[in-house]
């Protein structure tokens, strides 16, 4: 099975364009030559989870990441989450450290982060596949010009998209998006190494809820249940 095969049908009829393009049929080929060879994260019927847990027409708000996680078990296809039973990663407890300061979300007892993707926030990777153990090792290869496509077509929603972007890399994505209509949310990334640098203290879940608020929509529930 291609990867095409694997998106969801209504994102695979928005995104046709780039499925058919050579740069996604050269993509489908080394992803499949790397699952060959390598062990490589996610599993193939997760590369589209972020897809599969928020429609099209049920996204509110976009959360940006960067690069799957590499460890076993742990990226199962949305920017940040790891499976139930993994241990909390880094960047998402100083997340999970955010909200308890902004929002007074209790810590809870794993990354499993789909409750929030259920409500509408899309958690989408720059790139989304990577080599066991290999950060970045499936960059530019292609998926970075399918996820610009991927925020280009959420910008031409009618109704108003949250767009989180934390770091430099997320930041520069702010290019594709029409203010005008959107809300942008920029701060520092939450990692250990830049999170005191600007990610703590920002409040970008109460600034996500007042933008969607604002135009009449429902606020997120920010509270990671227990499992």
């Given at each position: ?155 031409e929603k009618p ?58 929509g429902a606020a ?8």
């Amino acid at each position: 099975m291609g990867l095409k095969e694997l998106m969801p049908a209504d994102w695979r009829e928005i995104m046709a364009g780039e499925f058919d393009s050579k740069t996604f049929k050269d993509l489908e080929a080394y992803v499949a030559a790397e699952r060959a060879a390598h062990p490589v994260y996610p599993p193939e019927e997760q590369v589209f989870s972020a897809f599969a847990h928020t429609p099209y027409d049920k996204l509110r708000v976009l959360l940006f990441g960067q690069d799957p996680y590499h460890g076993p078990g742990q990226a199962h296809g949305l920017s940040f989450s790891v499976q139930p039973g993994v241990e909390i990663p880094p960047s998402l407890r100083n997340m999970y450290k955010e909200l308890a300061s902004d929002q007074s979300c209790s810590m809870p007892n794993n990354g499993y982060l789909v409750p929030w993707a259920q409500q509408g926030v899309m958690m989408l990777n720059a790139v989304l596949t990577v080599r066991h153990k290999t950060a970045n090792s499936h960059q530019k290869r292609g998926w970075e010009k399918f996820t610009d496509a991927v925020i280009r077509k959420v910008n031409e929603k009618p109704e108003r998209v949250v767009f989180v972007l934390w770091g430099g890399k997320a930041q520069a994505k702010a290019q594709f998006v029409d203010t005008s209509r959107h809300a942008v949310i920029l701060s520092a990334h939450p990692s250990p190494l830049s999170a005191h640098n600007g990610f703590f203290g920002s409040k970008p879940f109460s600034q996500i809820n007042a933008a969607l608020t604002e135009v009449g929509g429902a606020a997120i529930d920010w509270q990671i249940p227990n499992i």
